[in-house]
């Protein structure tokens, strides 16, 4: 069964191949006629000559070493890991959707500018805010969006600010896009009860802030109560109130970011929308926002005009272009296919469940046996997630929150997200999404408590978790320290000890 | 309950028992009834998979695609065949529904992905390290502007004309957060980006110089000049490049590029109506620290086995917060994983055939249509020209169920009468023929040859 790891490119053999070129039904002209001398590529890319069935296994093969949303149980927190309805792929992969040309011609492409146009009503109803652009790329672009048409609407009052306000809590997406947005990072603290620290914020909100970044519910799971006062303080500083949607998950149907004071919000389609993760993307983060921050929306705007649809390029005011074309359409058509299978009352009850699951699962860890060693952080009902702090494992047990982490993948379960967020020691931070049935949250709530009690007996095997996967703990450290970030062959890297080992001939590896 | 959710009256009962609450309600104590919604959402109601997929379907209907017109659209994106391989693989839940990579032990077949991603761009673009993608090419553009930020800490980029439209505007766009001043250089009479000119905008304050190869007419550009005059003055010179016409072409690395980014969708990823594809990020070793996104590295496990590890992450936001080297968070890894499938099917052999396929047939098209060219010199897989009378020239091709081309009048107002024509291996000898029928000049026992 096991093999040895192999890449792509040490299964290649001169002369196989998987592709057959199309007839050249033109004349043969030599390349040397029609380039020049100097810009022809020399010698080829060095890429895999392997057959198609190889190729088939190679990949199928490395896909049986990822564990993935289907296969089981997958909490990881801020993340959102629900369930990707089928259809959606099906939806997707029709012909006139998968191979619409973008710069199709609008009165050609009304099916796909009419989707574009309802995902962008139903999305601003869902949000609370009237005006959407469908096009950023993925969360982090959403923000930046965020705080680039910020930046526009003060610039277009005449003011300058410098500085964004985040909570100590935030995602690290957060500050990253601040300082890429050109302004400077305050942080916010975080009061007892795990808000905003009010006064705090009071301090802080002057004429340079341009803008307060949130998520509410906030990565501790916790809506803030004081939410309105926030909002106030914010509007009343000159500032905008942005939105982080990565939590939106909690509250569709139930609260709208809109109607709590918020001018602009990024909606994550590949969290609370379905969009399937696969490994790393891809995502989209369309943004909502208010009338004021409207003028300086990205181009091209959909827009209806007698019942035609059209896009709009000629916005004077706007911020200009994120990316290419309309933004990632693929992930539009699966989204919009959730919210026409769910309608309003069906993304109501996906809140709910999101959020009565959570509650749950956090009742079952507060179980003795469990809550000794796994305290949850700012205890009290919590929204679509919760953090536990591995504090007391660590000092009573002796394993960390990233052995108990480690330890899980021996159970099937992907780990919470850990070590986040900053201000909780040892954090666990644990979604469970409304996709899960009771019975998959009481089996995760049984694992916790194995790997517990295990490590009272013996610590050691949750330290060296773990022990069933198809590698075990990895050298990060020393990949970091000499990074090997592409495949050579053998003679390439004469000087790389880890090289030595010769890789085995092609075809050779089979399982 | 909705179909996606699994919530029995037992299990209410016994859930809100065990968390010590009477009802739904008061989980939701917490949110002040005055920002509460107090009504549904005005949304349809939801409705099963099959009236769904009908109405999805319905939509799809009213499109016109690559399915049903013989297109020469391109200007960024390509009708390329995907091969059934790449549906099938990438379909599999394993590829297709796990996060991104956190915990290496159960994800070393993404991360092995990535990993030979990277080979692979690495040897499309010459440069040795490239990451695991970005969004897409546009704001792959931007991204390599903000490095040049990062790097020089100089305020000024300068950018050609023969950029694609879509990657100057997103790098004015994000340029004006990081800071930075964007300033365009010309194209010369040919549709060259004019050498001299971009040498003399390039001063001592010029972070990176932005080029693009093919360019966006089309135009093979002479890459050694333009790497020359643009790292004059200490800047650095990016170069955008499609990676299909780099099968042909001498990789902007051996030129002395510093950065080659660009839109991937040509290698094996669909349409889609503009996305999801994949943008490329390639380096000079220099750089590796300063890169965005993931990069997947080779390392050993305990038992010295060989493995995979996202590296370099003090880089990234959710280690490095503000002082991160970009706030790249989810980028586009099943794309990428279509790209990597895509270059091996082709394989090394495969790869060059298709590039000399495609530099054949559109130096074809390009005689065959007859039309007063805007970019006469060499071109890979696209070129411009002028068209008489172009409306009732894109009139005419519609008829013939052709559609042939971009117009360049929205981003070019200089070639209001021009146009901007593709070939793929879609795209045969027959249907070039058919185009040239349709909007082509005439020309007499020239056609075949």
């Given at each position: 069964?096991?093999e040895d790891?192999?890449?792509?490119?040490?299964?290649s053999?001169?002369g196989?191949?998987a592709?057959?070129?199309?007839?050249?039904?033109?004349?043969?002209v030599?390349?040397e006629?029609?380039?020049?001398a100097d810009?022809?590529r020399?010698?080829?890319?060095e890429?895999?000559e392997i057959?198609?069935?190889?190729?088939?296994r190679h990949?199928t093969t490395l896909?049986s070493?990822?564990f993935h949303?289907?296969e089981g149980f997958?909490?990881?927190g801020s993340c959102?890991m629900k369930?990707n309805?089928?259809?959606?792929e099906r939806?997707?992969a029709?012909?006139g959707h998968?191979?619409?040309?973008p710069l199709q011609?609008?009165?050609?492409?009304?099916g796909?500018?009419e989707?574009?146009?309802?995902?962008q009503?139903?999305?601003g109803?869902?949000?609370?805010?009237?005006?959407v652009?469908?096009?950023?790329?993925a969360g982090?672009?959403?923000?930046?969006a965020?705080?680039?048409?910020t930046?526009?609407?003060?610039?277009?009052?005449?003011?300058?600010r410098?500085k964004v306000?985040?909570?100590?809590?935030?995602?690290?997406?957060n500050p990253?896009t601040?300082t890429?947005?050109g302004?400077e990072?305050?942080k916010v603290?975080?009061a007892e009860?795990?808000g905003?620290d009010?006064?705090d914020?009071?301090?802080?909100?002057?004429?340079?802030?341009?803008?307060?970044?949130l998520t509410?519910?906030?990565?501790l799971?916790?809506?803030?109560r004081?939410i309105?006062?926030?909002a106030?303080i914010v509007?009343?500083?000159?500032?905008t109130?942005?939105?982080d949607?990565a939590n939106?998950?909690?509250?569709?149907?139930i609260?709208r970011?809109?109607?709590m004071?918020?001018?602009i919000?990024?909606?994550?389609?590949?969290k609370?929308?379905?969009?399937p993760?696969g490994g790393?993307?891809p995502?989209?983060?369309?943004?909502a926002?208010?009338?004021?921050?409207?003028?300086f929306?990205?181009?091209?705007?959909v827009v209806?005009?007698?019942g035609?649809f059209d896009?709009d390029h000629?916005?004077?005011?706007s911020i200009g272009?994120?990316?290419g074309?309309?933004?990632?359409?693929g992930?539009f058509?699966r989204?919009?296919?959730?919210i026409?299978s769910?309608?309003?009352d069906?993304l109501?009850?996906?809140?709910e469940?999101a959020?009565?699951?959570a509650?749950?699962l956090?009742a079952?860890l507060a179980?003795?046996?469990?809550?000794e060693?796994l305290?949850?952080a700012?205890?009290r009902?919590?929204?679509?997630e919760?953090?536990?702090?591995?504090?007391?494992?660590?000092?009573?047990?002796?394993?960390k929150?990233?052995?108990i982490?480690k330890?899980?993948?021996?159970h099937d379960v992907?780990p919470?997200?850990?070590y986040f967020?900053l201000?909780?020691?040892?954090?666990?931070?644990i979604?469970p999404?409304?996709?899960e049935?009771?019975?998959?949250l009481d089996h995760?709530?049984?694992?916790v408590r194995?790997?517990?009690?295990e490590?009272k007996e013996d610590p050691e095997?949750?330290?060296s978790?773990?022990?069933?996967?198809?590698?075990?703990?990895?050298?990060?450290?020393g990949a970091a320290?000499?990074?090997v970030v592409?495949?050579r062959?053998?003679?390439?890297?004469p000087g790389d000890?880890?090289r030595?080992?010769?890789?085995?001939?092609?075809?050779?590896?089979?399982? | 309950?909705?179909?996606y959710?699994?919530v029995?009256?037992e299990d209410l009962?016994?859930?809100?028992?065990a968390?010590g609450v009477?009802?739904l309600?008061?989980?939701?104590a917490?949110i002040?009834d005055?920002?509460?919604l107090g009504?549904d959402i005005?949304?349809p109601?939801g409705?099963?998979?099959q009236?769904?997929?009908e109405?999805?379907?319905s939509?799809?209907?009213?499109?016109?695609?690559a399915?049903?017109?013989?297109?020469f659209l391109?200007?960024g994106?390509y009708d390329h065949y995907?091969?059934s391989?790449?549906?099938?693989?990438l379909?599999?839940?394993?590829f297709?529904?796990p996060y991104t990579?956190?915990?290496?032990e159960?994800?070393?077949?993404?991360?092995?992905?990535?990993?030979e991603?990277?080979?692979a761009?690495?040897?499309l673009?010459?440069?040795?390290?490239?990451n695991?993608?970005?969004?897409?090419?546009p704001?792959?553009v931007a991204?390599?502007g903000?490095?040049?930020?990062l790097e020089?800490?100089r305020?000024?980029?300068v950018?050609?004309?023969?950029l694609h439209?879509?990657?100057r505007?997103a790098?004015?766009t994000h340029a004006a957060?990081?800071?930075?001043?964007?300033?365009e250089?010309?194209l010369d009479?040919e549709?060259?980006?004019d050498?001299e000119?971009?040498?003399?905008m390039?001063?001592?304050?010029?972070?990176?110089?932005?080029v693009?190869?093919p360019?966006?007419?089309?135009?093979?550009?002479d890459?050694g000049?333009?790497v020359?005059?643009?790292?004059?003055?200490g800047?650095?010179?990016?170069c955008?490049a499609?990676?299909?016409?780099l099968?042909?072409l001498k990789?902007p690395?051996?030129?002395?590029?510093?950065?080659?980014?660009?839109?991937g969708?040509?290698?094996?990823?669909?349409l889609?109506?503009?996305g999801?594809?994949?943008g490329?990020?390639a380096?000079?070793?220099?750089?590796i620290?300063?890169?965005?996104g993931r990069?997947a590295g080779?390392t050993?496990?305990?038992?010295?086995?060989?493995?995979f590890v996202?590296t370099?992450q003090t880089?990234?936001q959710?280690i490095?917060r503000e002082k991160?080297?970009?706030?790249?968070c989810t980028?586009q890894?099943?794309?990428a994983l279509?790209?990597?499938?895509?270059?091996?099917?082709?394989?090394?052999?495969?790869?060059?055939?298709?590039g000399?396929?495609?530099?054949r047939?559109?130096?074809?098209?390009?005689?065959?249509?007859?039309l007063?060219?805007?970019?006469?010199?060499a071109?890979?897989?696209?070129?411009?020209?002028?068209?008489?009378?172009l409306?009732a020239?894109?009139a005419?091709?519609?008829e013939a169920?052709?559609?042939p081309?971009y117009p360049l009048r929205?981003?070019?107002?200089?070639?209001?009468?021009?146009l901007l024509?593709?070939?793929?291996?879609r795209?045969?000898k027959?249907h070039?023929?058919?185009?040239?029928a349709?909007?082509?000049?005439?020309?007499p026992?020239?056609v075949?040859?």
């Open positions: 069964m096991s790891t192999i890449t792509v490119f040490e299964r053999s001169p196989r191949r592709f057959t070129a199309p007839e050249t039904d033109v004349p043969e030599p390349v006629d029609l380039l020049p810009q022809i020399e010698r080829p890319a890429l895999p057959t198609e069935p190889e190729l088939a990949y896909s070493k990822n949303l289907d997958y909490p990881l959102t369930h309805p089928k259809l959606h939806v997707a029709l012909s998968a191979r619409l040309h011609d609008p009165e050609y492409a009304q796909a500018l989707l574009m146009w309802n995902l009503a139903a999305l109803e869902i949000a609370g805010l009237p005006h652009s469908l096009q950023p790329s982090s672009h959403g923000e930046l965020g705080l680039l048409l930046r526009a609407y003060h610039e277009d009052r005449g003011e300058q410098t306000l985040t909570p100590d809590t935030a995602h690290g997406t990253a601040v890429m947005a302004y990072v305050v603290g975080t009860d795990g905003v009010l006064d914020l009071r301090d802080q909100a002057g004429d340079d802030v341009a803008c307060l970044m509410n519910p906030n990565t799971g916790l809506f803030d004081n309105e006062e926030i106030r509007h009343d500083a000159g500032a109130l942005y939105y949607g939106l998950n909690a509250v569709m149907g609260a970011p809109g109607d004071g918020f001018d919000v990024h909606f994550n389609l590949h609370t929308f379905t969009q993760h790393g993307g995502g989209a983060g369309p943004i926002c208010s009338d004021r921050i409207e003028p929306l990205p181009i091209p705007q209806e005009r007698d035609r896009l000629d916005r004077p005011k272009k994120l990316r074309f309309q933004g990632n359409f992930v058509v989204s919009y296919a959730y026409r769910l309608g309003g069906g109501k009850d996906v809140s469940v959020v009565l699951n509650n749950y956090k079952l179980e003795p046996g469990i809550a060693y305290p949850v700012f205890d009902i919590c929204m679509h919760f953090v536990v702090s591995g504090a007391g494992a660590k000092e009573t047990l002796g394993i929150t990233l052995d982490a330890r899980m993948l021996d992907h919470p997200t850990v967020p201000l909780v020691d040892e954090a666990l931070m979604e999404t409304e996709t049935v009771k019975e998959r995760f709530a049984e694992v194995s790997i517990l009690e490590a095997v949750a330290r978790a773990p022990h069933t996967t198809p590698v075990r703990r990895l050298d990060e450290a320290k000499r990074p592409r495949w062959p053998v003679d390439e890297n000890p880890d030595a080992r010769k890789a085995p001939a092609s075809g050779s590896g089979a399982m | 309950m909705s179909r959710t699994g029995t009256d009962r016994a859930m809100l028992g968390i009477d009802s309600e008061d989980l939701f917490d002040p005055s920002v509460r009504r005005d949304l109601p409705q099963s998979e009236e769904v997929y109405h999805l379907a939509l799809a209907a009213r499109n016109r695609s399915e049903e017109e013989i297109t391109g200007a994106m995907v091969p391989l790449i549906d099938t693989l379909s599999r839940s394993e297709l529904t990579p956190y915990q290496p159960i994800s070393q077949g993404g991360l092995q992905v990535m990993f991603f990277q080979t761009i690495s040897e673009t010459g440069l040795p390290v490239s695991a993608s970005v969004y897409e090419g704001s792959a991204a390599a903000y490095l040049a930020k020089t800490k305020h000024r980029l950018a050609s004309r023969g439209p879509h990657s505007a790098l004015i957060g990081y800071g930075m001043e964007v300033v250089s010309p009479d549709g060259h980006t050498v000119a971009l040498a003399a390039v001063d001592n304050d010029t972070a990176a110089a932005f693009q190869q360019n966006f007419l089309g135009t093979v550009e890459l000049a333009l020359e005059a643009g790292k004059s003055t800047a650095m010179l990016v955008a499609d990676p299909i016409a099968s042909v990789p690395g051996e030129f002395g590029a510093d950065l080659c980014v660009g839109e969708q040509a290698l094996g990823n669909r889609d109506f503009g999801p594809s994949f490329f990020f380096a000079d070793e220099r750089f620290r300063k890169m965005p990069i080779e050993r496990d305990v038992d010295g086995r060989r493995g996202l370099l880089r990234e959710h490095r991160a080297t970009h706030n790249i980028a890894a099943l794309n279509a790209g990597v499938v895509y270059l091996s099917w082709l394989g090394k052999r495969g790869f060059v055939e298709l000399e396929l495609l530099l047939r559109t130096h074809y098209a390009r005689e065959t249509l007859g007063d060219p805007i970019n006469p010199g071109v890979v897989r696209e070129f411009a020209v002028r068209v008489p009378d409306d020239a894109l005419r091709a519609r169920g052709i559609n081309g929205r981003d070019f107002p200089e070639f209001s009468d021009g024509v593709a070939v793929t291996e795209r045969t027959e070039i023929d058919r185009l040239a349709a909007i082509g000049a005439p020309k026992a020239q075949g040859v």
